[in-house]
């Protein structure tokens, strides 16, 4: 049971570079997080999902994209990156409702120079 | 807007001590609050969850008290180790804009020197 992994762990961009991070859960949740954590900002929400082929935005979705075709996996897409997402990336997955414990990745280290 | 302050941002003590670290909130109507650690370079892992009915969690050395009322979290640590050293981070869950979410506050540093 490997819980929520995260693919890349690193990776470099160029500013106008566009890039996919995968988010894949184990534990048949319903629920999806893609959070973002800068220094000094603590942890902010970007995209969420409650279940398969819905998304939602979160509190700094602009810049990103997301999908959830099948319920294991949950992708954030950047289509023209910046250096203002430059950060360490967390997906997390909880079993229903947000009020549930949520299980989070490794995170992924994005540099955009 | 739900915000969450942790304070101190950094603690360092002396193994073996007794130690308390704080979590405040500003609405009070939330569904539950939860504790978090963050190893450097790594993600977060689950400590308590303690929903807004209840007082207080218990997990070996650790124990987190809730005060809804009063917007308050504690998270203590029994006889603190070396392998304690990690940021510690409180998410109160509520809701945010017609949804459930938690809000994180930014952290506690804890160093516990041998």
């Known amino acids: 049971n490997a819980g929520v992994t995260q693919t890349p762990k690193f990776r470099v961009l160029k500013t106008g570079q566009s890039m996919t991070l995968l988010c894949a859960q184990d534990?048949?949740?319903?629920?999806m997080y893609w959070y973002r954590q800068d220094p000094g900002m603590g942890l902010r929400l970007i995209h969420y999902?409650?279940?398969?082929?819905?998304?939602a935005k979160g509190e700094v979705p602009d810049g990103y994209n997301v999908s959830r075709l099948k319920k294991q996996n949950f992708l954030l897409g950047l289509e023209s990156a910046a250096p203002s997402q430059t950060s360490v990336y967390f997906c997390a997955s909880s079993r229903r409702q947000a009020t549930d414990t949520q299980y989070f990745g490794p995170g992924t280290r994005l540099t955009v120079l | 807007k739900q915000e969450v302050t942790q304070i101190p941002a950094a603690l360092s003590v002396p193994e073996g001590e007794n130690l308390v670290l704080n979590c405040s909130f500003t609405d009070s109507a939330i569904y539950n609050l939860q504790w978090f650690r963050q190893d450097p370079g790594k993600g977060l892992t689950s400590l308590l969850l303690i929903q807004s009915s209840q007082r207080e969690q218990t997990s070996g050395r650790l124990n987190a008290s809730l005060d809804k009322s009063s917007g308050r979290s504690t998270l203590y640590i029994a006889a603190s180790q070396p392998g304690d050293s990690a940021t510690y981070l409180c998410?109160?869950?509520?809701?945010?804009?017609?949804?459930?979410?938690?809000?994180f506050g930014k952290g506690t540093k804890l160093t516990v020197n041998p």
């Open positions: 534990m048949n949740h319903e629920y």
């Open positions: 998410a109160v869950s509520s809701t945010q804009g017609g949804s459930e979410k938690l809000v």
């Open positions: 999902s409650v279940g398969e082929g819905t998304t």
